[in-house]
């Protein structure tokens, strides 16, 4: 018999959920199943890498999630897991699949309300939200924790049946099924035949669920420790908190078929569902760069040349030839990507950042933005003349005949430009709260982060959770070295005072769980500045929730996630040295009354080459380190190339190919410049025929290997 799992939590459901995605797809695979759910609890934090893997392995992906909903008056349960009542209310479980697209925007709203309704990390979804958020929701009645379970087990009939029509009538006749567990937990198999008999009663579906937190029997025990990880106590401490047996598993097709042997259409109906099911993540997410709102009589394309035409001539003393040849390149490429308006939202955080300093009087209100930029741009994006006249970068790329191709490729743009921005430290918490009061918290949020176990983190909570005595626990971790839990069998070797404990219980155990923890997500975090903004809203795309810091909201879903939706995402980087460069220019003006210019200083100042090399470089940002100190020594820069190819020099890529040394000789003329091929040399030239900086690499492949532009940058 065919079969779809509809119930299934992976490591996402965190510190209860004790599988990864790939390691249940994969199974689900093996065993033969037609569609595989994943419904982790009240998140969609894996939502978009399960729609790629479900993708690249032709696995039948279904999105949902196991809601945690606030109860009615009245309902009463136990907090353990007998199943007998209790006398308090508390929140129940219900299980929502995504039929579709809208029912996927549904669902993320529902779990943001959730999210909005309860405690930070307790949400709770009001349930009378449920009927204005049906449309495209599948509704599954939970498992032994779903309000419908509580009242079947407690006897209470009548407010059963009056439950399942209720629900009957928010979600539709269609889309309402009672879900039917058998996990061989005592009651399973009684609670089975009072849950049919009132689906036959009322003419609710039935369908059967694993209620599945792990693809292998083995790893049960991992399942067994993270619960005790979660409530911060011991396996000998939370017998109720945790699942009776060891059956909460993708179990073979066989064996639930016998499981529901009595109820046969609950399982067919598993694959049903599932192909009713038609959401494909990948491709019907409907997320569009946010729309800027122009002046009257401007498009956003005339607006954003008007800014630079203005600009370049208080920068230039007027539109210059050169400035005009490279601002027609660049709107060319501007407009066939259609990013006017994305290159004035940059402008309008730039503006915003400017406001901010002004009112920390930082900044004097007469100055222009590329004045007093707040904040500099870096990496690729230096190269835009556009981003240098509307303040997003202080470098003027027609100085240093800065190339377009890795910005800007002119055949196809793969990914949405990445425009990172550094801000001084004293104004980015400002900015962060201002962008979401400009924008409004559904439209600016900040990325989420996954924060995943390390060594030191799994042998920590592992062995407060096996019962191993702590202050071992804490003399171990601060023995370790940093890196994959993989590893601690030959870290504890190492250990002085462990080898011998290696092979006793609770330690054993200690050495078997910690690799199966390696890179599991242990919680949710927030970017420490990157944000994505959106002219509709986020929630309709992915959840979004409050972050530790008051008044930051953040997503549920982490830069790759992020990437992979195609999301503007803007990096709001903090860097202390902007504080130190805007306290000096501050301390200047008031001694001499002149306000510098930093993107106008002298960059060929010989003083401060002097100074450079010779080595004197404590405190100086990115050339502090004992690799740099030792570099700059021996290139002797003198001017501003000079410093991006030592800075260039010393990164992992180049000394690894013994770049560095190549280079120094060269450029002392020890050895002559050459190369294996006349095509490098325009790629090569300006660095002595080594390569140093990625977008030469991206300029190898387009002369040496024929690639376009966007090829070499996939290539890169």
């Known amino acids: ?179 039917l567990q058998h996990n061989l937990v005592f009651g399973d198999t009684l609670r089975i035949r009072a849950l049919t008999g009132l689906a036959r009663e009322t003419g609710a579906g039935l369908v059967a669920t694993g209620n599945v937190h792990y693809h292998v029997r083995e790893r049960h025990r991992l399942q067994d420790c993270l619960v005790a990880i979660k409530h911060c106590k011991s396996l000998e401490e939370t017998h109720r908190e945790r699942r009776p047996n060891s059956e909460f598993y993708l179990r073979e097709r066989g064996i639930i078929e016998a499981l529901f042997r009595e109820c046969p259409e609950a399982v067919e109906n598993t694959v049903k569902i599932a192909e009713r099911c038609h959401l494909d993540l990948t491709h019907e997410l409907s997320y569009s760069f946010p729309d800027y709102n122009a002046p009257d009589g401007h498009t956003p394309e005339s607006y954003l040349e008007s800014l630079c035409c203005e600009a370049a001539v208080r920068r230039y003393g007027s539109v210059t030839p050169a400035v005009r040849t490279r601002l027609d390149e660049e709107f060319r490429l501007i407009n066939k990507y259609k990013l006017a308006g994305f290159l004035l939202l940059y402008h309008e955080v730039i503006k915003l950042g400017r406001e901010v300093m002004i009112d920390l009087g930082l900044s004097d209100p007469s100055l222009t933005v590329e004045e007093n930029p707040p904040g500099r741009g870096r990496g690729s994006s230096v190269s835009l003349l556009v981003g240098y006249l509307i303040g997003l970068s202080h470098i003027d790329p027609l100085t240093y005949n800065l190339s377009l191709e890795r910005f800007l490729p002119d055949d196809v743009m793969n990914n949405v430009p990445d425009i990172d921005l550094d801000f001084p430290r004293s104004i980015r918490e400002e900015l962060i709260l201002r962008t979401h009061t400009k924008w409004g918290w559904e439209r600016a949020v900040l990325a989420g982060t996954i924060v995943t176990y390390r060594i030191r983190g799994a042998v920590r909570d592992l062995g407060k959770a096996l019962g191993l005595p702590l202050t071992d626990i804490d003399r171990l971790a601060k023995q370790l070295s940093w890196g994959s839990a993989k590893k601690l069998e030959s870290e504890m070797v190492k250990a002085p005072g462990f080898q011998e404990k290696m092979s006793l219980p609770g330690w054993r155990d200690l050495l078997a769980l ?103 470089t404590i405190g100086i940002f990115q050339v502090e380190s004992s690799a740099q100190m030792q570099t700059v020594t021996r290139l002797q820069p003198r001017n501003l190339t000079d410093m991006a190819h030592e800075v260039g020099a010393v990164r992992p890529g180049v000394g690894a190919n013994n770049g560095v040394q190549e280079y120094l000789a060269r450029r002392s003329k020890r050895k002559p410049v050459t190369y294996d091929t006349p095509l490098e040399q325009r790629a090569l030239e300006r660095t002595l025929g080594v390569v140093l900086f990625q977008d030469q690499v991206n300029q190898l492949a387009i002369d040496v290997a024929g690639f376009t532009a966007s090829e070499a940058d996939r290539m890169r």
């Open 514 to 616: 910690a690799p199966e923890l390696d890179a599991f997500p242990r919680c949710m975090g927030q970017h420490p500045g990157g944000m994505v903004i959106s002219s509709s809203p986020l929630t309709d795309i992915v959840p979004v929730q409050r972050g530790a810091i008051e008044g930051r909201y953040v997503c549920q879903w982490d830069k790759d996630s992020i990437d992979d939706a195609g999301f503007v995402k803007i990096d709001f980087l903090a860097l202390g040295t902007l504080s130190q460069l805007q306290e000096a220019v501050e301390i200047i003006k008031e001694r001499t009354g002149k306000r510098l210019d930093m993107s106008r200083i002298n960059f060929d100042d010989p003083a401060v080459y002097d100074m450079l090399g010779s080595g004197d």
């Open 1 to 179: 018999m065919d079969y779809a799992e509809l119930h299934c939590h992976s490591y996402y459901s965190f510190h209860d959920g004790a599988s990864s995605l790939e390691e249940l797809v994969l199974r689900a695979q093996e065993l033969g199943y037609r569609a595989l759910a994943v419904t982790d609890h009240d998140n969609l934090c894996g939502a978009m890498c399960f729609a790629n893997l479900a993708a690249s392995t032709g696995m039948k992906g279904i999105i949902g999630a196991e809601i945690t909903v606030s109860p009615d008056k009245g309902v009463l349960f136990s907090t353990g897991r007998d199943g007998k009542a209790g006398d308090e209310v508390s929140p129940y479980h219900l299980t929502l699949l995504a039929e579709n697209r809208t029912g996927y925007g549904n669902l993320s709203r529902l779990i943001t309300a959730a999210h909005a309704n309860g405690e930070r990390n307790c949400p709770e979804l009001p349930s009378a939200l449920l009927q204005s958020h049906s449309e495209g929701l599948i509704a599954l009645s939970g498992c032994s924790q779903g309000e419908l379970s509580r009242l079947v087990e407690q006897e209470r009939m009548e407010e059963a049946r009056e439950l399942v029509h209720r629900y009957l009538d928010w979600f539709g006749p269609d889309n309402y099924f009672i879900e």
